[in-house]
């Protein structure tokens, strides 16, 4: 959901920020092209990026151009899987701007409080010392830091050794949908429990399902089960739109089973699943709070991309 084009002077004449007519691509193309030039966007095309927001519960662009062209831009979204009290954004200026970079952020808070958000979460990716400055300067304060990870799926990966843990077994949600009531219970305790600066809430998170979406090929969801036939471990992982990149979006564990090598074994299980599917690389993203998954990743050959950094303004 999201609403039509608008346009405001900034407080800098010679600076105007404008809402994007996303009606078509061309614009959100031109945003994203000056996104790579100034910074590391999660995608680089319109096409891919319609598809990440595909599940937002809003989300919208904005550019402040001046005479020379687009001199700030930012994306910001109302994700549940997040939380609907606060707005996530990306945002991107050419170094120096600030004026262009504070006019188009103060758009982006007057979008997100007429949405009820209560705060903007900027996820900064790759900054240097500048960039955290100009940030810091809009009213930003740093909150969390992130780090993009990845490795490469080799044709080998499809029968990499399977990890088994005693008193489990494992499947997928499609082979055992009866036990969506049991993996969605996992899954809204995970989201409480992950040490993220985010503030993951499980109030806000849409179903599993919803996560998964309709195609069984795009994305899986694999379960550890119990003798009990209740979910005790689940791995998401979800295709990009091209299906040769795929994201770990979730890899949960029971509170009573950790430590036990489930994690590991659901690890496994995605990497496999995508090694079979063509998938020519997996991509996670570990809180630096967050140091059993950071192990696990690093287990299993997951490579640093990129450092991301949380930053947080609170809104009136």
């Known amino acids: 959901m999201r609403s039509g084009p608008t346009s405001s002077v900034?407080?800098?004449?010679?600076?105007?920020?404008?809402?994007?007519?996303?009606?078509?691509?061309a614009q959100l193309d031109e945003l994203l092209a000056f996104a790579s030039e100034h910074g590391t966007?999660?995608?680089?095309?319109?096409?891919?990026?319609?598809?990440?927001?595909?599940?937002?519960?809003?989300?919208?662009?904005?550019?402040?151009?001046?005479?020379?062209?687009?001199r700030a831009a930012a994306l910001p979204s109302i994700q549940a899987a997040i939380g609907l009290d606060q707005a996530q954004l990306n945002a991107f200026l050419v170094p120096g701007d600030q004026a262009a970079f504070d006019a188009v952020l103060e758009q982006v808070a007057a979008w997100a409080s007429e949405r009820s958000a209560t705060h903007v979460t900027a996820h900064v990716s790759a900054p240097t010392d500048t960039a955290i400055d100009a940030w810091r300067a809009a009213g930003y304060e740093q909150v969390g830091?992130?780090?993009?990870?990845?490795?490469?799926?080799?044709?080998?990966?499809?029968?990499?050794?399977?990890?088994?843990?005693?008193g489990v077994t494992f499947?997928?949600?499609?082979e055992r949908p009866d036990l969506e009531d049991s993996a969605d219970e996992l899954w809204r305790i995970a989201h409480d429990d992950v040490p993220s600066a985010l503030r993951f809430s499980s109030a806000d998170v849409p179903p599993l399902r919803g996560e998964l979406g309709d195609d069984p090929e795009r994305a899986v969801a694999v379960l550890a089960i119990d003798g009990?036939?209740?979910?005790?471990?689940?791995?998401?992982l979800i295709r990009a739109a091209d299906r040769t990149i795929a994201g770990h979006r979730m890899t949960a564990t029971a509170r009573e089973w950790r430590g036990r090598g489930l994690a590991n074994?659901?690890?496994?299980?995605?990497?496999?699943?995508?090694?079979?599917?063509?998938?020519?690389?997996?991509?996670?993203s570990n809180d630096s709070g967050n140091a059993p998954m950071q192990a696990v990743n690093a287990r299993f050959g997951y490579e640093p991309e990129y450092r991301l950094v949380l930053m947080r303004r609170a809104l009136a």
């Open 10 to 25: 900034s407080p800098d004449p010679a600076v105007t920020v404008s809402e994007l007519d996303l009606a078509g691509d």
């Open 41 to 70: 966007p999660r995608v680089t095309s319109a096409v891919a990026y319609r598809e990440l927001m595909a599940e937002a519960a809003a989300w919208s662009a904005f550019v402040a151009r001046s005479a020379d062209g687009i």
């Open 145 to 166: 830091e992130r780090a993009r990870v990845s490795r490469p799926v080799t044709s080998e990966d499809a029968t990499m050794a399977e990890i088994d843990v005693e």
């Open 171 to 174: 499947t997928t949600l499609a």
């Open 228 to 236: 009990d036939d209740r979910v005790v471990g689940l791995a998401l």
């Open 265 to 284: 074994a659901l690890k496994v299980a995605t990497i496999r699943w995508a090694a079979a599917r063509g998938v020519d690389k997996l991509q996670a």
